[in-house]
């Protein structure tokens, strides 16, 4: 499909998700991408978010841990007064960079990070919350 959607010469391709920008990128370097997708830097997508680079740009929610702990550094922002803040996570199985710019960015803000791990995928946790 990746390489039917290429031949049919497009201006541009909006991936909807990580798996069809991974299916794209060795197949084109002049057709922009635009991908719906997680942390591009993370999956190796692009360089750097401020310069991706090549021809894959995009949105995403969770662009990687640097803007999570810019997210923090807003969140202080808005609550000066705040010292300790809760985190609630479900795991990121090979992922401690995101603890690890999260604990970073509150040391730098003064503020202790109180994180609660959630167990279960996300599926289960919210179900476990409805059902009650």
């Known amino acids: 499909m990746a390489g039917d959607a290429l031949r049919s010469k497009p201006d541009v391709i909006l991936a909807v998700s990580r798996r069809w920008v991974q299916l794209l990128k060795p197949?084109?370097?002049?057709?922009?991408?635009?991908?719906l997708m997680g942390d591009p830097?993370?999956?190796?997508?692009?360089?750097s978010l401020a310069h991706p680079g090549g021809n894959i740009t995009g949105v995403s929610?969770?662009?990687?841990?640097e803007v999570w702990a810019k997210r923090l550094e807003l969140l202080k922002e808005a609550f000066p007064q705040a010292s300790r803040v809760g985190v609630l996570a479900t795991r990121y199985p090979g992922r401690s960079t995101y603890r690890e710019q999260l604990q970073e960015?509150?040391?730098?803000?003064?503020?202790?990070?109180?994180?609660?791990?959630?167990?279960?995928?996300l599926q289960e946790i919210e179900f476990d919350v409805c059902s009650r």
Not at 41 to 47: L, Y
Not at 61 to 65: E, M, Y
């Open 41 to 47: 830097v993370g999956f190796g997508f692009v360089t």
């Open 27 to 35: 197949l084109t370097a002049t057709v922009p991408i635009v991908g």
């Open 105 to 121: 960015a509150a040391q730098r803000l003064g503020l202790l990070l109180l994180p609660h791990r959630l167990e279960g995928t």
């Open 61 to 65: 929610a969770d662009a990687g841990p």
